[in-house]
């Protein structure tokens, strides 16, 4: 009878603890917060395009036919004397409009140029045009090379009066304008078009917005340089493009054939300056510098690596900077990141059909 007693009571304590291991609270398993996104770098301002709105004057407000109208013209070489030159004879969006591989550019009657032709690059944020800066704004920049003797060559009655003699111009502008072509009209329509002419969408803007990825190693490292003293390469090529905006001596030459700014303002501090140059898509822009003087992005950083040239204009920040060969490569790699493939294969930049 003991015995028997004894085996109900362990049974009863078995059953009560297995009803205490199911029963019992429990803590629950720790979660793993989600990881927050990856940060713009902390070496390089944070640039989003989606935060910035090209400038437009009020006397010339944008509208989807104006801009039609405006690609037409520049791809249009009856624009220039011997009907041969066209602005994008010279601004070709394969080489994210500039004059790819050519030093200077061939104009009317093949009258060779003196500068080398800069990139249409995000050009409708540009504070000041050509590269002594002396034009402030596109329309009035366009006139330069609409009517420059070695290039499109045009007088202003001589490019109204053919405009208007081709009905499908005479059309456009008359509803675009509500008036017939003229040089004034032309540059209008074409500045329209320019500020149309946006990139972002390179590695480095996909990096910016949160691809950790979007980057090499090797561009990572040469951002962290361009970003530093020790590249110093923030200093002028500064803000979401890359650009100052001011005018530099780069120390090029000791002596220079072109005198740059100096030509405008006729002061000798100013022998030798040129605006600095954007840097967007600047991977597919070469040969460099005002006279395309300097064939490869390589050369060009070993140029501000070795401090240029003795000049007495030149500018303060240009000096040895010690990079070694490796700090050189990383920074051509970064270079290379500001390539937007898409802009320079975007339907609505290429001609018209």
């Not at 995000?122 to 366009?142: I, T």
Request: aromatic residues 10%; glycine residues 8%; proline residues 9%.
């Amino acid at each position: 009878m003991r015995r028997g007693l004894l085996g109900w009571a362990g049974l009863l304590l078995l059953g009560a603890g297995l009803l205490a291991f199911y029963f019992w609270p429990r803590p629950k398993p720790a979660t793993t917060p989600p990881e927050p996104p990856p940060a713009a770098h902390q070496a390089s301002p944070r640039i989003l395009f989606a935060e910035r709105t090209v400038p437009v004057p009020d006397d010339n407000p944008q509208t989807p036919a104006k801009v039609t109208l405006g690609r037409q013209l520049f791809y249009d070489p009856r624009l220039s004397k011997d009907g041969q030159v066209a602005c994008a004879s010279c601004h070709r969006p394969q080489f994210a409009f500039s004059d790819g591989g050519k030093p200077v550019s061939a104009g009317i009657f093949g009258r060779q140029g003196s500068r080398n032709a800069p990139s249409l690059t995000n050009v409708g944020f540009r504070r000041h045009l050509f590269w002594e800066g002396r034009s402030p704004r596109l329309e009035l920049q366009a006139v330069g090379p609409l009517t420059a003797h070695d290039e499109m060559g045009m007088e202003p009655e001589e490019l109204a009066q053919r405009l208007r003699a081709i009905p499908e111009y005479a059309r456009a502008f008359q509803e675009v304008f509500g008036e017939p072509p003229s040089l004034k009209s032309v540059t209008y329509a074409i500045a329209a078009f320019e500020r149309t002419l946006l990139s972002y969408n390179s590695p480095f803007d996909r990096y910016q917005a949160g691809d950790d990825k979007a980057m090499s190693a090797a561009a990572l490292r040469g951002m962290e340089l361009f970003f530093s003293e020790k590249g110093d390469c923030f200093h002028c090529h500064v803000g979401p493009d890359f650009t100052d905006d001011e005018p530099r001596n780069t120390a090029l030459y000791t002596v220079y054939k072109d005198i740059g700014l100096a030509r405008a303002t006729d002061k000798d501090e100013d022998v030798g300056k040129f605006k600095t140059p954007t840097l967007r898509n600047v991977a597919l822009t070469a040969p460099y510098m005002h006279d395309g003087s300097i064939q490869t992005l390589h050369e060009v950083v070993q140029h501000y690596n070795q401090g240029g040239q003795p000049n007495l204009n030149a500018d303060a920040l240009v000096r040895p900077l010690g990079l070694t060969d490796a700090e050189v490569d990383d920074l051509v790699a970064f270079l290379k990141s500001l390539t937007d493939e898409s802009f320079t294969t975007n339907p609505a930049f290429l001609p018209p059909r």
